[in-house]
C-alpha cells in the first residue's frame, strides 16, 4: 500500500462526499479510491467511514485522522513550494461555506479580487444560512457571524456588523414608531430560523444596559433577504444584519428605528477546524478577507464606493 496515495484518496473522498467525486477529481477509477480506502482501514485496524446507501460519514476516529490528513497534506504542499520558489504561493482549491447574502455581496467580489492576486487558486463555495460541520462536510473555511461554533474551531475576526432594526415608511405611519424596544411587544415582527435566540431581540441603551425583548409576528422564516422583502412590504418590523437590510435603508425602503438602543456589533470570522497549521491558502485568505472588511463596506454610514480596497 502507498499511504501517501492512501490518505491523498481518503481526504478526498470526504471532501466530495463521495467515491465517485473523489475519483473525478484525482482521476482515476472509483475501484481504486474504494481498495486504497479499504487498505488504509486495514492499515490502521479502524473503520475511518460510516457508508450507506444514501452518503458517506465520518467515524470518531475517521474525523481526528482526517483532521491530521489535512495537515499532513497542507504541509507537504507547503514544503514543495517552498523548495520551488522563495517564497509561498498559495494556490489549489479553497472549499468554503458563508451565508448567503454577505457570500454573495461581499465575499463574492472578494473572491473575484483574490484570484485576480493569486490566478493559481480555485474556490468551491457553498453558501448556506445553517452551520455547517466544517471536518465532516469537508471544508477548509467557514466564513460565520456572531458564534464560531465548535470549541474545536479556530476562528479569525475578519470584522464587524451590527443588527439594524427596521420597517417601512407605510407601516410607520400606520402603526407608529416604537420609541423603546419594550414597545415592540404591541408590534408585528418578523423572527428568524438561524438566530440563537429565535424570537428574542438583543438591545443595549446608552448607558450599557441589556433589554431583551420577546417580540412575535406574522412571519418566521429561514432567510433575511426574505424576511427584509417582507418588512418592505410593510408587513412587520424587522430586525437584521446591515450588510441585509442596507440597500433598502439606503433607498429609503426602510427606515432604521431604535438606534439609541442597537446591540453591540457582532464579530464576523474566518472559522477553520483547529490544527497546529494553516495552509498557505487558508492563511493568505484570510489576510486578505482582514484587510479588505477592516473597514466594513456594509456599515449604514460607509457612503457607497467608499470602502478600502486592497
Known sequence: MDRFQAITAFARVVEAGSFVGAATRLDVSVSAISRQVAELEAHL??????????????????????????????????????????????????RITCGTTFGARHLAPAIADFIVRYPEMRFDVDLSDRASDLVDEGFDAAVRIGAIGSQNLVGRKIGETRLICCASPAYLAKHGEPKTPEALTAHACLTYE?????????FRDQEGHDHSIKVAGPVHANYGRFLTALAV??????????????????????????????????????VYPSRRNLSAKVRAFTDFLSARFHVPEWRLDTPRGSARRT
Open 233 to 270: 412590504a410593510g408587513a412587520a418590523i424587522v430586525l437584521e444584519p446591515d450588510f441585509v437590510v442596507r440597500p433598502e435603508v439606503l433607498a429609503g425602503r426602510l427606515v432604521p428605528i431604535l438606534r439609541h438602543f442597537e446591540p453591540p456589533p457582532a464579530n464576523i470570522y474566518v
Open 194 to 202: 438561524y438566530s440563537h435566540l429565535k424570537n428574542v431581540w438583543p
Open 45 to 94: 485496524d479502524a473503520r475511518l467511514l460510516n457508508r450507506t446507501t444514501r452518503r458517506l460519514s465520518l467515524t470518531e476516529s475517521g474525523r481526528v485522522f482526517y483532521e491530521r490528513c489535512v495537515q499532513l497534506l497542507a504541509d507537504l504542499d507547503e514544503a514543495e513550494q517552498s523548495a520551488g520558489a522563495g517564497t509561498i504561493t498559495p494556490r489549489g482549491t479553497l
